[in-house]
Every structure is written in structure tokens, then in C-alpha cells.
């Protein structure tokens, strides 16, 4: 994939298993922050976001956490399926424009069937 | 609806060499990113635009440079190539306001 080479943290799972993956971000004034869902060979794939003033947040079979107080962000997902192989990268906007998105270093996640 | 377009897909330069990259966005999204991402960095902010006019700029250097039209098409180009500047260049494409952006599948510049 686009990340060959880069030592990424990796989380092994079993199909229909629950994922969390974790991202801590560093700075206190970002208003959003993203996940993000990168295949090989793709470009990364908005999965869900969640604003600053909100501590929690569902979609389909994902879950966002945000927690200020360590400036920790989670992603779960719920069921994973071998479809659910990927690198995983959390962002953060940092004010002004919101295209302006600082990326986490990304985890990869490996669905075993 | 079309997605994110960028072309081409892959390409070789030279050190020392110029290159554009193209990028068309969904339609009716007047916002485009760019970003670099490479193995030892990671995904990277170059710059983006709206209406034609750079809003933001990431830390690179001033070889890195872009442009967008009326039509929100948008262009990067990166002159003096160097080795370093081997990576995937990505686009992205949002509807000003809201925190969804798009991307394409990126251009694997490769520089020899």
C-alpha cells in the first residue's frame, strides 16, 4: 500500500470482532477531528468526524471518542469485517480553513477471516 | 457523480526536471487540497484552494507551487525536481463549510 516502508502501529483482528484504534492529537484548539480510511492503491476515504465540543459520535458500525481532557481519539469499529482492512488515519483541523487537516501517522488494521 | 479525478495516475521525472499535476474536482466543490504523502512522513498539507485563490499554504518549498481556475479544476506543479520529492500527491475536493473531503487516488510521482 502507500504506506510500504513507514513502521506503522498495526492491530491484528478477528473477523466480527470489535476494532478500537487509538490517535492522540496535540493541540488543544482543533475544532474537528476525522478518521480516515486509506486502501492500497486508494486515497484516503472520509469515515466519520466529530466536532470539539462533542465527546461522542455513531455512524454505521463506527464509533468516535473524543477525549480532551488526554487529547485522545479513538475509532471503533464494530464487527469488522475482512472489507475493514486498511491503514486508519486520524486528522485534526486547526482552525481557519477547514481543508487544512493535520494526519496522524496511521494505523494499519488486518482483518483475519 | 464523478469523483475526484487526478491525472495521471503515475509518472517518472529526472532530478532537476518540472512537473503538473492535474486535479478535477467532484462537481460543484469549489475547495481543493493537495497533499504529499510519503512512507517517512506521512500525509502532508501543501496547499489549498477556493475561488480561485490559495488560502492556505503548508510548509514546503516555494518549488511547490499551485493554481486553480474558474472552473475549480486545479493544478500543483513542482519545479527543480529532487529525489526527496518521490511520494503520492493527493487531492482533495469539499463543499466549502462542511468537514467531508474527498480525495482522488493521487498521482505516484516518482523522481529518478
Known amino acids: 500500500g502507500e504506506s510500504v516502508g513507514l513502521h506503522l502501529p498495526t492491530l491484528s483482528v478477528q473477523e466480527g470482532d470489535n476494532s478500537i484504534i487509538n490517535c492522540a492529537y496535540s493541540n488543544s484548539a482543533s475544532d474537528y477531528f476525522i478518521w480516515y480510511k486509506q486502501e492500497s492503491g486508494k486515497g484516503p476515504q472520509f469515515i466519520i468526524d466529530?466536532?470539539?465540543?462533542?465527546d461522542k459520535r455513531q455512524g454505521q458500525r463506527v464509533t468516535v471518542l473524543l477525549n480532551k481532557t488526554v487529547k485522545h481519539l479513538s475509532l471503533q469499529i464494530a464487527a469488522t469485517q475482512p472489507g475493514d482492512s486498511a491503514v486508519y488515519f486520524c486528522a485534526e483541523n486547526r482552525g481557519g480553513s477547514q481543508g487544512n487537516l493535520i494526519f496522524g501517522k496511521g494505523t494499519k488494521l488486518s482483518v483475519k477471516p | 457523480k464523478a469523483g475526484v479525478t487526478q491525472t495521471p495516475r503515475y509518472l517518472i521525472k529526472t532530478r532537476g526536471q518540472q512537473v503538473t499535476l492535474s486535479c478535477s474536482p467532484i462537481s460543484g466543490h469549489r475547495s481543493v487540497s493537495w497533499y504529499q504523502q510519503t512512507p517517512g512522513q506521512g500525509l502532508q498539507f501543501l496547499f489549498e484552494?477556493?475561488?480561485?485563490?490559495?488560502?492556505n499554504k503548508g510548509n514546503f518549498p516555494g518549488r511547490f507551487s499551485g493554481r486553480q481556475f474558474s472552473n475549480s479544476r486545479s493544478e500543483m506543479n513542482v519545479s527543480t525536481l529532487e529525489l526527496g520529492d518521490s511520494a503520492l500527491y493527493l487531492c482533495a475536493s469539499r463543499v466549502t463549510g462542511n468537514t467531508e473531503a474527498f480525495f482522488g487516488q493521487g498521482t505516484r510521482l516518482t523522481v529518478v
Open positions: 484552494y477556493f475561488s480561485e485563490t490559495q488560502r
Open positions: 466529530i466536532r470539539s465540543n462533542m
